[in-house]
């Protein structure tokens, strides 16, 4: 933390501890939450300041020290996914990948443009669910995954790199948005929901007959990023999480009744968790038993709930439940209620009897604990614990598995440990390592969807508060408030020993494997060679940079042509990145050391345009330029 936002924690948590509720300190919490259920205690403000100091002082990360985890924020509908460093929540880098992005070219350059794929001119994106992909249920700091809701795409972000380096625009669905990865053995699969019912193929058909709509659950081939299949469902899905054998997927579905409007959405008392049998889904589409849809070739299978299929089962559970986590221990699946104050604790190890219809759906709920209004998400801390985020009490509620259960089956036990205000309005949660076999309770993030007065005003529009929390020990203790910027849904935070970053690129790398096979058509080397080549009214440029010149310092163009820039960063030097940027033509891009990257542009404008490097690169980095010259048609 620097001194700003130490000050400003200091600042903000004085003024908490004036104004809350339901805060147990230290020494009164075992005695009150051992004496029933409603935790009321208030500590003092000046309780609070020091018991709140006390937790920051192990926290405190000194200017030049490196945090202990990284953490990735989806950035929601800004479409990029930023990365933190935990515990001081600095924000180290953003990693554009729905949205377009003037620093890097992202959008821009033909690079990421290949990456796009069809959905290249979309530059809007909604990004809720950062998660990394597993070995054995542990993070192997490999890749990450990220979904676009609005349009309809799951992205993959290399972690050697943290550039996006796959986009999979997913046919035959609308809007994905609950989505995890397969944690055992492998993430060989991305498992993602699509929201939003629609006609099958949606191609005008059935625009008046929402009973003809439907959604599906999406799986996706992680390694290629090519959909692997789609089961159809009933009702619309929300979130998802995978189980610890491999064999299970979870999703919550809200709207059982089929409904088009809020009201004929909320009739029913209970909507479901849908359970998907991967494996049985796998074994019918080798078998061949699937059909497609449209022109998509992806095979799909039915799964609603009246075809009483092999590969789901509905479980009910309170209407409209949200967040779906499976705990670090496997046991379990939790379905959190939002608009019931409960979360449903459904038994990962009776599923195999429930789909051989030896029990029936409800046999498999061990537990449905009271937390409070509004439980959207749930964490874990490794130790039995669990940490439910409360929207609308603006509540992190902590509470224990075992003991949830023992008092569904009539134990005179009390199963909540504590609940601590966060301000205001938290979403997700999420703890250090928290959904892999390694969760380690050290911290916990709240996603608070307001701010309100937690910091200066900056206008009607204000920012999130992600706030840090120490789970460390018997009581959670808030470190830390962080304004962020639209919407940091979910996040998920790896210790820093699984991520191994490269310091610079190397050139075999296939981002520009495209660029390499063109130089190659025209007979240049990206790494020695300053040259252009025309080819009717397409131009290439090629050119290399090494601080603070550019290859060339000038080319010719003519009026009307199409041309293509590439820059191969000869740079070897750690951090010493250049760009490339044309005056009035809409060009600006990244080159990171000995990378290459490209943009394509029509030179319209007869005259002078100077080219220049805008990423800070040398003592000379302002003499870093060069002219274009567009000679009139
Ligand atoms: Cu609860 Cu999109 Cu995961 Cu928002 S979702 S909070
Ligand atoms: Cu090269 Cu600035």
Redesign the pocket.
């Known amino acids: 933390m620097d001194n700003n936002q130490e000050k400003s924690t200091e600042k903000s948590l004085t003024t908490l501890g004036m104004s809350r509720r339901g805060f147990l300190g230290a020494s009164a919490a075992s005695a009150a939450s051992l004496a029933g259920l409603t935790l009321t205690g208030v500590m003092t403000p000046a309780q609070f300041a020091q018991a709140a100091k006390e937790a920051r002082a192990n926290v405190h990360i000194e200017p030049g020290e490196l945090d202990e985890y990284y953490g990735f924020w989806s950035g929601?509908h800004s479409g990029e996914v930023r990365i933190m460093g935990i515990p001081s929540m600095r924000e180290l880098m953003r990693i554009p990948v729905f949205n377009m992005d003037a620093a890097t070219g992202w959008g821009l350059t033909n690079e990421s443009r290949l990456i796009k794929g069809d959905s290249v001119d979309a530059v809007v994106g909604d990004a809720?669910?950062p998660h990394m992909s597993m070995v054995d249920g542990r993070y192997d700091g490999k890749y990450l995954f990220i979904n676009d809701?609005i349009h309809t795409r799951v992205a993959r972000i290399r972690c050697d790199v943290m550039k996006c380096d796959k986009m999979l625009h997913i046919p035959n669905v609308q809007a994905i948005?609950?989505m995890r990865v397969q944690k055992v053995p492998y993430t060989k699969y991305v498992f993602c929901n699509a929201e939003f019912r629609i006609p099958h193929p949606n191609d005008g058909r059935d625009l008046n007959d929402p009973t003809k709509y439907h959604t599906m659950f999406n799986v996706i081939d992680a390694e290629k990023m090519e959909m692997a299949f789609q089961v159809i469902v009933d009702g619309n899905l929300?979130?998802t999480d995978a189980d610890y054998t491999g064999r299970w997927a979870a999703s919550t579905c809200y709207n059982s009744e089929e409904g088009a409007t809020l009201a004929e959405t909320m009739r029913n008392e209970r909507d479901w968790l849908v359970v998907f049998d991967i494996h049985a889904v796998e074994k019918a589409v080798a078998a061949g038993k699937f059909i497609t849809i449209g022109d998509s070739k992806v095979p799909v299978v039915d799964g609603r709930k009246k075809q009483k299929s092999a590969f789901t089962r509905y479980i009910p559970v309170p209407k409209s439940p949200?967040?779906i986590n499976t705990s670090p221990d496997g046991a379990y699946f939790i379905a959190n209620g939002k608009l019931s104050p409960t979360v449903t604790i459904i038994q990962v190890d009776k599923l195999d009897d429930l789909f051989a219809g030896k029990i029936s759906e409800r046999d498999t709920v061990v537990g449905e604990p009271e937390l409070g209004l509004g439980p959207?998400?749930t964490a874990f801390d490794g130790r039995g614990n669990a940490y439910t985020?409360l929207?609308i009490d603006s509540q992190i509620c902590k509470w224990n598995i075992k003991d949830a259960i023992a008092a569904y089956n009539g134990d005179k036990v009390n199963y909540l440990r504590q609940k601590l205000d966060v301000h205001y309005q938290p979403?997700?949660n999420h703890t250090t390592m928290g959904e892999t076999r390694d969760a380690d309770g050290k911290y916990l993030v709240s996603?608070s969807?307001f701010s309100k007065d937690r910091f200066l005003p900056v206008g009607p529009l204000h920012p999130e508060n992600d706030q840090l929390i120490d789970i460390s020990g018997d009581e959670m203790q808030l470190l830390h408030d962080g304004p962020t910027y639209a919407?940091p849904?979910?996040c998920m935070m790896v210790h820093r020993s699984k991520i191994k970053t490269k310091k610079i690129w190397t050139r075999d790398d296939p981002m520009f494997a495209e660029a390499r096979e063109i130089a190659k058509k025209d007979g240049v080397t990206l790494e020695g060679d300053n040259k252009v080549i025309r080819d009717g009214k397409k131009v290439r440029v090629y050119m290399t940079s090494i601080a603070p010149t550019y290859g060339m310092t000038e080319f010719n163009v003519k009026q009307g042509d199409e041309v293509t820039v590439f820059i191969t960063n000869l740079d070897m030097v750690e951090d010493v990145t250049h760009g490339f940027a044309i005056c009035e033509h809409n060009v600006c891009m990244e080159i990171g050391p000995q990378a290459t990257a490209s943009i394509t542009f029509k030179a319209d404008k007869p005259g002078v345009y100077w080219y220049y490097c805008q990423w800070f690169c040398h003592a000379l980095h302002m003499e870093m330029r060069g002219r274009m010259l567009v000679e009139k048609a």
Do not use: I
């Open positions: 929601g809720h669910h809701k948005h609950g929300d979130n949200h967040g959207l998400h985020t929207f979403g997700h996603l969807k919407e849904h979910d």
